[in-house]
């Protein structure tokens, strides 16, 4: 039963996500790709945790992807999602039988931050801060989804806002070279930015490989690395 439950959650990150291919990324494999990217999870010793950011960008993706709003409409939704950033969280701890007993959100919110270089920034108080309804309704209507796609672990995956900016400075930005850190109880999780799944792939002149838009120089004979878009196919000449 632990096995199964086990495999379950791990199935998570499968469900959510799924492996690029070696061609360019569609906009399907970019938000597989940053699913991934911005999700830590720990099963060591019965635990069942995972930490999920959830960047502006994947909402952005999302929404492209859906084809249901217009590009006027996606980006007004986007500002009114600036002020906020969203952090998921899933804890839990199971039996010998098997039995998961998950973390209520109270007993969470009590204990994730961000960071803001080292100063820890504690989640908005839901019940008193004043939340945009329409960031309140996107998350009511998250987390009924990840309920039907994964049963009990889904219902007790606990959403929780921060603010975007401290002292009218962002605490990250996305597009740019960055770092975020979250830190729970023990655990402290960094991304570096930008987002791998947002960087063009490059390639290798030499090999041909297709290698993350992260990697300067190719791992398997050293030549320097264009991306795609760089790439400019040669005219040969007419014989």
Known sequence: MRTAILLLFCSLLITLSSQQSQAQRSPEQKLDLLTTETQYLDTANDKMLMLWWIPNTFWELSLAMDGSMG?????????TLKPYIIVAVLDGNMSALGAVKYQEYNDIQ??????????????????????????????????????????????NMNFYLFPAELEGKLIVNEKKEDLFTIQYKEYRQEWELPFEAMLPLKACGQCDKKLSGRYNYCPYDGKKLVSKKELIPVALPKK
């Open 110 to 155: 009590q204990n994730i931050f961000i960071l803001s270089g080292e100063e820890k920034v504690a989640a908005l108080d839901r019940n008193k801060e004043k939340i945009d309804p329409s960031v309140s309704m996107l998350l009511e209507i998250f987390k009924p989804i990840l309920t039907n796609m994964l049963g009990p672990m889904g219902s």
């Open 71 to 79: 590009a006027e409409e996606i980006a007004e939704f986007m500002e």
